[in-house]
């Protein structure tokens, strides 16, 4: 956190950090280096690394066809207000359970903020916040599954207990996104049926993207890919076109801040902390709801991941709350709840790194902004907790 303040590049800042991570765990060298080495091409982080430059290129070849004008004018005439085209590209997004995604809709945030007096920080706080409205809930989500599965109960129980802080995060979002800002009126421009198409033939490269990876099971990289390639086709790309369009596209600066995430997880993962935060806690005596929401809390924080806060402090904490099968509702919805604030509020969440870094925002006006409304969502998992959650399940 000292680093980035000091504007250090975080790519550098999680390196600094797992150096330092590993002295004080006394790593060896050559388990240093292993780790390292593993971190950076496992098939997932190469799946990530790939992805994300796919996403750039991809984004570059919708802008410069002025494909994304097309398709936030399009939404802008047909709901008449660009503040609700920019909560929906997001959430839109955000269905797409990928690392990448907040890079994906960073762009359509940023083209339907036109008009707008945003700052940098609350244009990158709709991405952020609006991107996570479906993890409480959608069972594309890992973590949500993990859940269900380590809890033994059915998703559609998680759902119904989880299905409040989805409606919680909506209005807030607009509450803490849109104060003071008024609503744009955009022309008509056409007729309702040549908007609808015009949006429809806009959003197909992403819907297409959506659909392979979330209908068919494509990997991410391959379903990007593929759309790209029939782009150049049906926008004539010369060889010479594609090959600046790669150059463009591409920064390696957001690819080394990726890098650098993964290479601290790694050392994170392999030094073991996650593993005996929960053991540290409950030997320390700490009350019970403080543990439902601290060690979750802790280690999202910590890894920026809810498969991490889960598959850490879930078994644990599922003996507390009634056990397998039959835990309080309350109590666990609360927990997760808990884990994922940490996730928000975690500078190596890569949805809040790659935010960022598009719009070139400070870490700490983000924070500033994401705190209450986080805050409030965890209140709410309290309260839903102590008025519903005794004993039920």
Not at 114 to 133: E, I, T
Not at 202 to 224: K, Q, Y
Not at 312 to 324: E, Y
């Amino acid at each position: 956190m000292a680093l980035l303040r000091l504007r250090w590049n975080l790519g550098w800042v999680m390196l600094v950090g797992a150096a330092l991570l590993a002295i004080l765990t006394r790593a060896a060298p050559a388990a240093l280096a292993s780790t390292t080495y593993k971190s950076v091409i496992a098939p997932d982080s190469i799946s990530l690394v790939v992805a994300l430059a796919l996403i750039m290129v991809l984004e570059n070849v919708l802008r410069k066809t002025e494909t994304l004008k097309k398709l936030v004018g399009s939404l802008q005439r047909l709901l008449g207000d660009n503040r609700a085209v920019m909560a929906l590209m997001p959430v839109l997004i955000g269905i797409l359970p990928s690392a990448g995604g907040a890079r994906f809709s960073a762009p359509l945030v940023e083209e339907s903020s036109s008009g707008c007096l945003m700052g940098a920080d609350r244009k990158s706080f709709v991405n952020y916040w609006f991107r996570h409205v479906w993890e409480y809930i959608s069972p594309l989500y890992p973590g949500f599954i993990l859940t269900a599965t380590m809890a033994g109960i059915s998703m559609g129980a998680l759902f119904r207990w989880q299905i409040l802080f989805t409606l919680t995060v909506l209005p807030l979002g607009i509450l803490y996104s849109f104060r003071g800002i008024g609503r744009i009126r955009h022309p008509a421009g056409g007729t309702l049926a040549r908007d609808l198409g015009l949006f429809a033939l806009s959003f197909a490269p992403i819907g297409a993207v959506m659909v392979l990876v979330i209908g068919l099971g494509v990997n991410i990289a391959l379903a990007l890919a593929a759309v790209i390639i029939v782009l150049f086709v049906a926008h004539r790309y010369s060889p010479a076109r594609i090959v600046s369009t790669l150059r463009e596209g591409v920064s390696l600066k957001t690819i080394f801040m990726v890098v650098g995430v993964l290479v601290f997880r790694g050392v994170l993962e392999a030094s073991g902390i996650v593993d005996k935060l929960p053991n540290t806690l409950e030997q320390a005596g700490v009350p019970i709801y403080l543990i439902l929401f601290a060690l979750p809390f802790a280690v999202g924080l910590v890894t920026g991941i809810t498969v991490a806060f889960v598959g850490a402090t879930f078994p644990l904490i599922l003996p507390l709350i009634g056990g397998v099968g039959h835990p309080d509702m309350g109590m666990l919805a609360f927990a997760f709840a808990s884990g994922f604030a940490g996730v928000m509020f975690s500078p190596v969440h890569l949805c809040l790194v790659l935010t960022r870094d598009y719009f070139k925002a400070r870490l700490s006006n983000i924070y500033r902004t994401l705190a209450v409304p986080e805050i409030l969502v965890v209140a709410v998992a309290l309260g839903q907790m102590l008025l519903l959650g005794r004993g039920s399940t």
